[in-house]
């Protein structure tokens, strides 16, 4: 989705997703394939989101951001962290979640895309559109569009930098 906006905007974009549900960060990094795709792949952002529902523990995902980041830095990429959102009876987990993925955004210098803030934004601003699908955890095509929009929002804003 968030390709398509790219293309919209005239820009030519190719994704590809190295993701297993329900994963964390910390299991793609202990996963072989990952480093040597991360290295030749050639990719100009690398977009890394940890496992949301549960949250944490934080230095967990702290760890395996930082590995990931090495590679991705080796690779002359920029990595991107994917602040989620808390699931949809837990709006107070939002916080927590808000601040680990801030920390490490700023200390590994990775571009932020801020999903979570503003899927909670969107969602006190508009609620009569459903954000979440049934499970009340994942995204409805609501909410997976405004997450694809904040990834390349946050990714156009760092090309336009360039």
Known sequence: MAAKKARAAGYDCEVTMIAHGGWFLAQHVAEPDVRFDILFGNYDYVILQEHAHPFGPEEKFFDAARKLNAWIREANST????????????????????????????????????????????????????????????????????????????????????
Do not use: F
Not at 101 to 116: R, S, Y
Not at 136 to 153: K, N, Q, R, V, Y
């Open 79 to 162: 990595p991107v962290i994917y602040m989620t959102w808390a699931m949809k009876e837990e709006e107070a987990v939002q916080s927590r979640m808000t601040k680990a993925h801030q920390e490490i955004a700023e200390e590994i210098g990775a571009l932020l895309a801020p999903v979570g803030e503003e899927w909670w934004q969107y969602k006190k601003n508009h609620p009569e559109i459903e954000m979440y699908a049934e499970d009340g955890a994942h995204a409805s095509p609501a909410g997976s569009d405004l997450a694809a929009s904040c990834i390349w929002e946050t990714i156009r804003a760092d090309l336009e930098k360039k």
